[in-house]
């Protein structure tokens, strides 16, 4: 085998609660992550040389050293003592710096192709541990579907995720927000509503999307709302169009509504895309990283 080829899944937050900071700058969450069928595609090819090469189709990705996806090649190389070579082409789909866990997902289909590609026939666990090491977020992205996640986003516990019946209409604005500022400015404020992770995790499992849409919340969505007003600008137009609900996920900017009407959800899509670029209607997805073909 000289080639693989993955597809990388973008994902929502449904929730996202902050419940404090470790020493290590690491701050605790307790929150919901659901994947969604918007992906990036993962292109690798086997190299004689031993070297890293990143190529992609956006510019608003480093293809060098610094992109996660390397970080993940070079892992794996120096954890394996692996002498061979490797290029990789990223198709990006995801929006980019969008609170969608883009990179994490890319980095999580790069340990899942190696592992493919070289035979070292590491078990989900141990891809997993690997991937803590990039992120916080790599190993849900392994994982996919919907969990609560804990700690600093690693300890994953699968629940029932969003059905079929669901439709999310995703929005990202032209900003680049930086997660680590926004995590800053939520440790000097005092948070006065939490999501309810029981409740929401009670409604996923009885399908009351109605419910759940109404219950969503975001804690890190004061500091980014406050900052960007565009953020507020595009929930209301979801929520004037029949949106169930409408909420920022991760650290923003993007923002996401749930609809149980695809017409409603279309009409809505159209009237975003007279102001903003990036809007994509999808549906939740049981896997995170998957193999083509």
Known sequence: MNSIELKSRAKINLSIDVLGKRQDGYHLVEMIMQTIDLFDIIKIFSLNEDKIIISSNSKDIPTDSSNIVYKAVNLIKQEFSI??????????????????????????AVLVGLNKLWNLDLSKNKLKELGLQLGADVPFCIEGGASLAENIGEKLTNIDGLSQGAFIL????????????????????????????????????????????????????????????????????????????????????????????????????????????????????????????
């Open 170 to 293: 995703v929005c990202k604005p032209e900003l680049f927000v930086s997660t680590k500022e926004v995590y800053e400015a939520i440790d000097s404020k005092i948070i006065e509503k939490r999501p309810d992770n029981k409740l929401l995790i009670q409604l996923l499992k009885e399908n009351k999307i109605e419910l759940l849409s109404k219950n969503m919340y975001n804690v890190l969505e004061s500091v980014t709302k406050e900052k960007y007003p565009v953020i507020k600008e595009i929930e209301e137009i979801m929520l004037n169009n029949k949106a169930l609900g409408a909420m920022m996920s991760g650290s923003g900017p993007t923002v996401f509504g749930l609809y149980n009407n695809k017409v409603d959800a279309e009409k809505c899509k159209k009237i975003l895309l007279e102001n903003f670029k990036q809007v994509y209607l999808v549906k939740s997805h049981k896997k995170g990283v998957e193999i083509n073909g």
């Open 83 to 108: 002498k061979r070579g490797i290029e990789i082409y990223i198709e990006k789909n995801i929006p980019v710096a969008a609170g969608m866990a883009g990179g994490s997902s890319n980095a999580a």
